[in-house]
């Protein structure tokens, strides 16, 4: 009966309420899923409840996501297809008007696939976007934030800087106010219940154990002390000063929109700062106004001729930590302008709750101005010692009441030395080593797979988070006693529990093996396990017996180093991991007038800023900048926290020679190593700075006639017809070793590690049959079944480049060829490409021209700033010159997958092969996260049946899959590209996207470039094939994002152009037959992101996977 | 509730020249602002009336106000405290009963048969309480008064129940302790200078420790945050307007408020406009 999901709803009683979704869908016919969509579909518009309408949005994305697409018969060619206008709507965010479009085509058309999937992108972007609205509302209406939203002009600016910082001492120094902070720790990891949109939610879910903590690193800093510093002062120049002495970054504002330029330099956490205080109000941006001058703010501020100066300062945190410290910087930086402005009733010491409360909600501000944003825990350093955070349900005098259930800020409470004792709290630091393993990930999809999940009520998670809660009041209990080691077993099984059950990915194989290591080495004196944040890997923590804790910490670097250097490769390190020293910081954030002589900012501050200074002629440096100088050259003689500060400066003022020059003649000797073909690379270079080629040249000419496939120009795998004879031919093949296996993996897969350069083939990504599985594994599993099935074992032939063949070489090894009893070669490439810097017109072509995802409003400004601001590094670097200011294999590319079946006949892999295996006439090439594609003994009979040189697997599209896809083109059925297409609109009318999974006659391709198997002995000849055939391929430019690594754990992401020629273009050669087959999508997909993971874990593909393998272990 | 005196402060030791400058009133006549003052708290009823002055300024004050000489005393601030002290050297003075309380240096100008302090007063017998004097005032000013708190007295649509009062505070406490509902967004209620107060003032300012860093006393908004806390205290909302003498031109916009607002209305007006006229001329002259 229709209606069924809307009494779970509405439904008062809780048992109802969270009734799970998946659970009830399991049992429903696609007809009745339908209905109760359409019923949805009219609830959600009109009830007038968020949380109804946020819950409908996401029972109607999963629906169409996990549901429904399986139920639904796979219909004749075209059916389905998803219109480009309501795509073009998902991409300016105008979701309910593509909602519309979709439930139109699917009333006209009949439901699909294809439809469902973009019906599910759909709702799932409307859902958060009502969300993040709701919680930017709330932001906005917390009291004492509103008054920031109406201020437009400096002369209703109603602060005005403290006069205890506005004149200087006898000494002639401004007085500065320094806050110093401490990171927050999560005791029991909350199970994320800290999100916003959960605690809003379910408020009595949303509780965390958090203690405010100071950290030293191990066997470097002395003791602990708190991590993060802010500091402001005023200054006798009429600029806004933002200093980040740990990102090495000074800038002087002067205008009104530079403060609102977030991602022009690394001072975006400054500015947030700057702007959530009220110093330079929200409701400013855009205002055009200025900050000096008569009129300007600061003198509005501070008074004429005067300016401020915030400096941030961490010391030597890597970032990744787990610790919040970004969020608790943002809230240092807060407290401290807001206590130079009056905003806080004290300017020294402790804050009293209500400012706490107001630091924490305009943090959440900050961060929502900045475009990121984390838990409502974060902020905890703010506060002092070890408290319960909880959710609080609205009240009327709430802005959330009526809205949501819970409120948008949490209560916080402290717990008293009668709740926690000062023994326990002392047993809890001497057992307790915190360290970070040196991962860096984006966490960024964790939290919205956790909200869908929670939202959903599914069964697996919703259970898991009953657990994790009665495991945090567990642990609150043990708190209670004292049972330091039962906390330590209570947070494993947290990790090993639920906390995995929610999130699989929250475990990785690292971590994993750093468990088990530090189980084995400290025996019954390793207690426990702890995790900390989004994602293991970065910031954990081991809990041992406090007697073994040194020697714990003495081992733990060899531990830690060891596990690293294994999985460099296969995992994205960010550093080295690092060990802390902790301790319970009991006062929270704090602040201090430091006035007189001692009036400096930290000895970093000066190393920073110094060497510009003293470039200047003393004339032009205010009489303030030279008397602080001149104070600080006398603190250096006397002060012994500032010793060797000279030698430091003058290396920064002259930096020695030959350390700049060292990273260029790496790359050189890289280059001279790989053959690199530099005259080649001089004309692509050329050919790109004369506008000659680009991203706007990699299209057909628009006059290309772009039609769909017909009914007759594909076959369909699960409609074969004599589909048991097929099966026989395949088999026979198998049996008779006709048959290899080449897994193309010379690219690192950029997007699968957001340009982190991790070798894709051997990331350990998934659990499956109980350990972490690498995309190579998988795929040996999958030919091991297939073998023991046919009784002969298929070769398995793996293409590499220069980025992936040592790697893989390693990692093979390691793992014993995870004991393929096949052959298993490697390919190296011999092809290698310099990265070059883009050009301005391409990087504008590919944000300005291409349709774009527009992104919600402060991400979206975020976005166009760090364009303009890379726009600008491409032109001061120069445009089209070689990118090298990167470790060497950053700055290199491989130059697409064409290659790499060429290098097969090239390198003598394919003819040694042939001379084991003379029998050998059919290859499977796929992608190596073309996950599902085996050597299916149906389709490989239908290949051979079909006398083609090659066969490609299609797939039905789906809204995620762009990129081109099967056309006819000027009448011949081909691949195309998506960099090829002409327009965005010709990609929606193509039915079906290519898979990159090809069968190949071994024969007939080498009649295609020209050759027999006897030529494959004569390299010579075979070279000039290559070429002459290489020479007919389109070439196409692309952007990479590439990263670059510096500081603690610090990433930046560079686009960089690089050309490529790709395998499916061999399809529009004339004299190559070949043909196409329609296969299943959990055969066909290709794993390009780590966000689809979570899906392809959940709608049953993993699953499917797992049935094609034969693990190796014994 | 009786309110037998009214309490001036000039003791404010860059302000004492202010009270004495000579302005036109509304009939055409030219007083001291002082005198005007006086006048507004005769009218609503004081038949006494004392003025805190520095010491030695008593003579200067008297010698200007000579008119109303039977109804004055002077009273002098023997130390620069601050306002809250100013005010509470007229304890003795005031006794144990309520009253009017004005400052020398701001201009009430409302309509012709209004005046504010006459309606406070009325008020405050009414209802036999302390009244404030507020105005709705836009928050980008909150760095120059003191700002009440409170809720809207049912069926009156100007007077206020005071709940909180803050001096000068920043807008995020204002927003947080300050909001009254029924104002526009953005609004205060900010003080207006005038003041019908019970004695109980008197004690608390008395018992107040003040700043002994600044050597200053309490302020007496400090003293009025307290008072709200002790006993029943009213804010009315004044539609008069009121001219802060101190301000830059501040004695010159009072002067042309006053004298638009009286009977050499049109002859003013008629000034300023041949003035601008003039000006208009010569620019055009100099420029065509």
Redesign the interface.
Known sequence: MSGELIRIITAHDESTRNRSLDAWCRTASASELLDECASLESFRKRSGNLYEQVRALFFLYAIHRFHLPARLASGPDGQGRIPYLGHAHLLQRRFEESIQVFLGAQAADGPSAGLSSALAEAYHELGFQTLADQVRRSVRSV??????F??GHP??????IRPELREPSGEGLFPILREATPVRMDLSHSAWSDIFFLGMDFPEGARVLNVSIDLAVHGRDPQPRPPVEAYLRVIDEPVLRLVSVDLNTVAEITTVAEVFDYARDYLGLLKAAVIAS?LVPPGMEGSGERLDGPNGLLTRLVGPGRGLELVSNVNGIPKGSRLAVSTNLLASLITCC?RA???AGTLTGQLTE?ERR?VAARAILGEWLAGSGGGWQDSGGVWPDMKLITGVAAGPDDPEHGVSRGRLLPQHHIFTRDEITEDTRRKLQDSLILFHGGMAQNVGPILQQVTEKYLLRSEVEWRARQDAIALLREIETLLHAGDVRGIGAATTRNFMGPIQAIIPRATTLFTERLIERAQAAFGPDFWGFWMLGGASGGGMGLIVDPRRREAAKAALPELLGRAKRELEQALPFAMEPVVYDFAINTRGTWGELVTGAAALMPAGYYTLTTPALLRRDPGQLSPGRRLELDRFAAACRVDPALAGMVQTLFDRVMPRAGAAAGAGQDLQAVLDELGFDRAQHEQIRADLRQGRIGLAHNRLPASTEITDVRAGDVAHSDALPDAASLRAEGEAALRAGAVAVVTLAAGVGSRWTEGAGVVKAINPFVKLGGRHRTFLEIHLAKSRRIGQAAGSWLPHLITTSYLTNGAIRDFLDQHGDYRYPGPLRLSPGRAVGLRIVPMARDLRFAWEEQPQQLLDERQQKMRESVHAALINWARATGEGSDYVDNVPLQCLHPVGHWFEIPNLLRNGVLAGLLRERPALKTLMLHNVDAIGADVDPIVLGWHLRSGATLNVEVIARQIEDRGGGLARIDDRVRLVEGLALPGEEDEFQLSYYNSNTFWIDLDRLLAVFGLTRADLDHELRVAEAIRALAARMPTYITLKDVKKRWGYGQEDVFPVAQFEKLWGDMTALPEVETGYIVVPRRRGQNLKDVAQLDGWLRDGSAAYVETLCAWGEA | MRIPRAVITAAGRNQRALPLQTVVDRDGRAKAVLDILIEEAIAAGAEEVAIVVAPGDEARYAETVGAHAARLAFIPQPEPRGYGDAVLCARDFVGQEAFLHLVGDHLYIGGPDHSCARELVALATAEGCSVSAVQATREHLLPAFGVVGGRRVPGRQDLYVVEAVVEKPTPTEAEMRLLVPGLRAGHYLCFFGMHVLTPAVMDILAAMPGNAATGRAASLSEALAILATREKYLALEERTRRYDLGDRYGLLTAQLALALSGQDRENVLARLLEMLAQRETASAGRTG
Not at chain 1, 143 to 148: D, E, H, I, P
């Open positions: 009291r004492g934030n509103q008054w920031m109406r201020i002369m209703d600016q109603p602060l005005r009220g807001m402005t009056g905003q209500p107001l």
